[in-house]
T-cell receptor, first 116, second 114 residues
Framework: SAVISQKPSRDICQRGTSLTIQCQVDSQVTMMFWYRQQPGQSLTLIATANQGSEATYESGFVIDKFPISRPNLTFSTLTVSNMSPEDSSIYLC?????????????FGPGTRLTVL | QKEVEQNSGPLSVPEGAIASLNCTYSDRGSQSFFWYRQYSGKSPELIMFIYSNGDKEDGRFTAQLNKASQYVSLLIRDSQPSDSATYLCAVNVGPKTSYDKVIFGPGTSLSVIP
């Protein structure tokens, strides 16, 4: 499985500011995914980032609030814009595995965001 | 409408017992089914995947799939305290979109009592 790192691992931010989360993979991957996990909740897919094209956002998530970049096959960023306390969550990036199954996903360690 | 549902926890089992975790899904076109384990404060870790009807065994873990009933389960034999975690069922949402995406259930919290 791919080795995935995220920066920062955690941050405390003020309301109205923005935070950019980086996701780095140790191998080239076509699709990268960004999830949100609110306290005590399961994972909700924010968007899918395919290198060379615009990210595809899920219902309830918009590009103005969560702009995503995917400049190459090993890197992506997610920005949480104009933050409010409701954005306090763990943000996870994931990639599809290269193994015998398909759609299996492997996750980075996550970024724990607290908005005051 | 929720697309993936799991039996609500927390589920408590004594050490050495069998833990049974259940999941139902709504999309009949789904082909891939996954179980992830998530320890508190950690990211999800894939432990099993299955895409054929029947049972799939890997060590102490057995995944069971019944596509007709839209049901997938995970059995953990000889449960250990280290199995205490939240177990997330995940299902791919068929080929309705330009790419396959995976939807996660709400998770079941398992506690194995020594």
């Amino acid at each position: 499985s791919a080795v995935i790192s995220q920066k920062p691992s955690r941050d405390i931010c003020q309301r109205g500011t923005s935070l950019t989360i980086q996701c780095q993979v140790d191998s080239q991957v076509t699709m990268m995914f960004w999830y949100r996990q609110q306290p005590g909740q399961s994972l909700t897919l924010i968007a899918t980032a395919n290198q060379g094209s615009e990210a595809t956002y899920e219902s309830g998530f918009v590009i103005d609030k969560f702009p995503i970049s995917r400049p190459n096959l090993t890197f992506s960023t997610l920005t949480v814009s104009n933050m409010s306390p409701e954005d306090s969550s763990i943000y996870l990036c994931s990639v599809e595995g290269q193994g015998p199954s398909y759609n299996e996903q492997f996750f980075g360690p996550g970024t724990r965001l607290t908005v005051l | 409408q929720k697309e993936v549902e799991q039996n609500s926890g927390p589920l408590s089992v004594p050490e050495g017992a069998i833990a049974s975790l259940n999941c139902t899904y709504s999309d009949r076109g789904s082909q891939s089914f996954f179980w992830y384990r998530q320890y508190s404060g950690k990211s999800p870790e894939l432990i099993m995947f299955i895409y054929s009807n029947g049972d799939k065994e890997d060590g102490r873990f057995t995944a069971q799939l019944n596509k007709a009933s839209q049901y997938v389960s995970l059995l953990i034999r000889d449960s250990q305290p280290s199995d205490s975690a939240t177990y997330l069922c995940a299902v791919n949402v068929g080929p309705k979109t330009s790419y396959d995406k995976v939807i996660f259930g709400p998770g079941t919290s398992l506690s194995v009592i020594p």
